[in-house]
């Protein structure tokens, strides 16, 4: 099947409209450009995210149904709870962002490769240094066990990636972003693309209007400051 793309222009504020996006594969928008901090920032702003493997060009996205989670509906099971309540874990926001980067970047054993190669990672590693993509650090003793990170535009967190070392981790860590979101005026999570582990946890799907309708909305405001100081979580988080 013969694809033809938009290309993106030098102008890193444009893109297509996502209503132009295919639906075979589902929401892919165009190609080429660049992962600058302006393109990535607006790209986010549209509802647009980048998504390439190794040897494609670089592809834009936005996908007909979103996964997303609303405020205060991520819960912590009672198993997990058993594993909080003995501290076997430790809650970091924004210290090792690189260290999650690469966690979330190694191959799932259900996957040969990874989509998060070099060029990515320094692109979210330049973001975080400007202040706009951000971590959520799992900890066991003195080992980063799982850990997610993604782009804060407005109240909307926009999630790229999680990963695990060990059962739960990943769980944990999102459990905690929409902790600390809620404690300053947010609690939206945008997960992209649904899977059976986020409908587990209890995502749900949005039409691409309906998604792109939320960011204008919740892009209108912004989070208290102190959101992302890079800080511990209180050993009591979860019980809040």
């Known amino acids: 099947m013969v694809i033809y793309l938009p290309e993106l222009s030098a102008d890193p504020s444009q893109f297509p409209s996502p209503d132009r996006a295919l639906s075979e594969p ?3 928008l165009a190609m080429g450009g660049d992962l600058s901090v302006p393109r990535l920032q607006q790209a986010y702003q549209q509802g647009i995210f980048p998504w390439f493997s190794e040897g494609d060009p670089l592809l834009w ?11 205060d509906t991520l819960k912590i099971n009672r198993s997990l709870r058993k594993q909080l309540s003995k501290s076997q874990y430790r809650v ?3 210290q090792h962002f690189a260290a999650v980067v690469q966690g ?4 799932r054993p259900s996957q040969a490769g990874t989509w998060i190669l070099p060029p990515m990672q320094q692109a979210y590693l330049e973001l975080h240094q400007a202040g706009l993509a951000h971590s ?6 003195d080992e980063l066990v799982g850990g997610c990170y993604g782009v804060q535009t407005g109240l909307l967190f926009c999630g790229e990636s999680m990963f695990n070392r060990e059962a739960n981790a990943a769980k944990v860590a999102l459990c905690a972003l929409q902790y600390q979101l809620q404690r ?7 997960c992209q693309l649904m899977n059976p582990f986020l409908q587990q946890l209890g995502a749900t799907t949005i039409s691409r209007a309906d998604y792109l ?7 209108q405001d912004s989070l208290a400051p102190g959101c992302w100081a890079a800080t511990e ?4 988080w979860w019980y809040e």
């Open 26 to 28: 589902d929401g892919l």
């Open 61 to 71: 996205w936005s996908p007909s149904i979103r996964a997303t989670f609303e405020p």
């Open 92 to 94: 970091l926001l924004n």
């Open 104 to 107: 979330c970047s190694e191959p």
């Open 136 to 141: 959520v650090e799992v900890w066991r003793d």
């Open 184 to 190: 300053f005026g947010g609690g939206w999570i945008d």
């Open 213 to 219: 309708q939320r960011l204008s909305d919740l892009g």
């Open 233 to 236: 979580l209180p050993e009591s």
